[in-house]
Structures are given as structure tokens and as C-alpha cells.
């Protein structure tokens, strides 16, 4: 296959478009129909188009989901403490751009109530990838290495596809559940525009509450499998240079070898975000880059 598509492609610019995007593909995609590679396989196959146009495949990380106690989420914030402890200044500038940016959110969404119960409730989405300089900030401490956003940045710069790819990925399902939530409010309300009054009267009518059901058990299914992908997922770039793809099946496959462990530090994060939020998001200047370096510890225990 690679022969006949250097072939057709015989100028030098497209033969070197074609090679990277082989590579590309043949690190981040894993070809279960064995009828396309009915002898070699995946890994022979890998080996055969590197070789052939000349590429070189860095291969990636093989990591094991350790198992953790259930608790393991209490250690993980008492760690996420002491390195806003250890980087107060920078933690508190992470903390005061996430808080100010979900209170501008809300405040200019306050005349259309959808988008603003929307927006909140998709933190989840956004959040693990705004935290991304503090996860560098972290792995900065763990290797006694004074933290700086200059730093920080670097870092990010340096696994700026995979990250970039990845956070498209969280954008497009967050901009999903806006449009959807919208729509399915809208649809009950019987306007574009409605009225905080419109959504106190889905409490007191059957149609509304089955509305809401909907609207907290789709809501409830997107942020579990968000959470899922991306646990450990953006961590797992920054520190090992992986690919987002194997980053998310890393991410599944720590979520789900620990189930009960993983059930409550999400339950942790949204209940520590619920108290940033209802603190008028002050306390997210706090409670952000604490959870932020948190989540940096819960990936160095669950991938070994």
C-alpha cells in the first residue's frame, strides 16, 4: 500500500506530507479489521510502512493501571495542598484566571439562564485542560525543581499537538452540551429566550421535571465518560510525550480498574467545585489549583 501511494504521489513536498501523515496515524490509530492485515498484523505493519518511507515511529510508554485504595483521593488533595503551599503566588494566579473566567461566563450569560446552567455545568469539560500548566507545576516540585509559569508554558509549548488535538476534542463536546441543553430547554418552554421564571415553572409541572431528568441524566452520562477520557489522560501527555489517543485508552483503563477510588474523587471534584461556584467563584481561586495538582498525584499513582 505505502509503494502505491509514493507512486502516485511522486513530487518530493507531497511525498513528505504523505509520510507524516502515515506516522501520525500509525502512532495514534490501532487497526482492528484483521481482514486490511489478514498476516502481518498491526505491529508488522507499522514496522513495514516506517521502513519503507523512512520514518522513524518513536514508540510510546507502556503503562500498567496500578491499583489504589478507595481513599486515595484524601491523599491525593493533602498533596495538592502542599504544593499550593509550595507555589502560592503561581497558584493563586491559576485560581484567579480560572475563577474570573467562569464568572464571566456567568455573569454575561445571565440574561439567557440556558447558556448560564450550561456553561457551569460543562466546567468539567474545560477544566482539565485549563489546568494543564498546573499539572507542569507539579511535576516541576516532584523533581524539586522551583515552578514558573514560564515554565510551565514550556512545557505545554513542547506537547502543544497532542494537547491541542485533545482539547478540540473537549471543545466540541462542551459546544454539544450547549447547544443540546439549549435546545431541549427551549423545546419545553416553547420560546428561544426563556425567563428564569420559565425554569421555576419546570419544578411545579410533570413535562418540566421529566425535562430536567433529561437534562441531569444526559448531562450526568457526558461529564462520566468526559471524566473517564481524561482523568489522567492530559497529566500523561505532558509528562511522558504520548499520544492523546493512547493518553485516553490509559485514562480508561486506570478509571476502570478503579472504579470505586475513581467514583469518589469525582464525586470530590464536583463537590469542592460546587463550593467554589456557590462561593460567588471566589473560592475556585483556592479550590482550582488545588484540585489542579491533585489530579497531577492521582495520575503519578494510578500509571506506573
Partial sequence: ??????????QPALYSSVANVIQKITRGVYFTNKKLFPKNGLEN????LSSELKIDIPADVNPIAAKVEVTASLRWIQKGVQDFLSAPFLSVLYGALFAGLCAGLFFATLNAPWFTLAFLTGLVFIGPFVA????AASRDIERGITP???GSLRLVIKRKTDLALFSLLLTLVFA???????LLLAVTTSTLNPTVNA???????SDGLITLAFFVGIGLLLTTVVFIFSAVAIPYILDKNVNFISAMTTSYQTVTANSAAMFIWAATIVLLTAIGV????AGLAIIFPVLGYATWYS???LIK
Fill in 1 to 10: 500500500m505505502a509503494k502505491v501511494v509514493i507512486q502516485y504521489f511522486s
Fill in 45 to 48: 505493519t507499522m514496522s513495514t
Fill in 132 to 135: 494543564a500548566g498546573l499539572y
Fill in 148 to 150: 514558573s509559569i514560564v
Fill in 176 to 182: 454539544a452540551w450547549i447547544r443540546f441543553s439549549a
Fill in 199 to 205: 425554569y421555576v415553572s419546570l419544578l411545579s409541572s
Fill in 278 to 281: 456557590a462561593t460567588a467563584f
Fill in 299 to 301: 495520575y503519578r499513582a
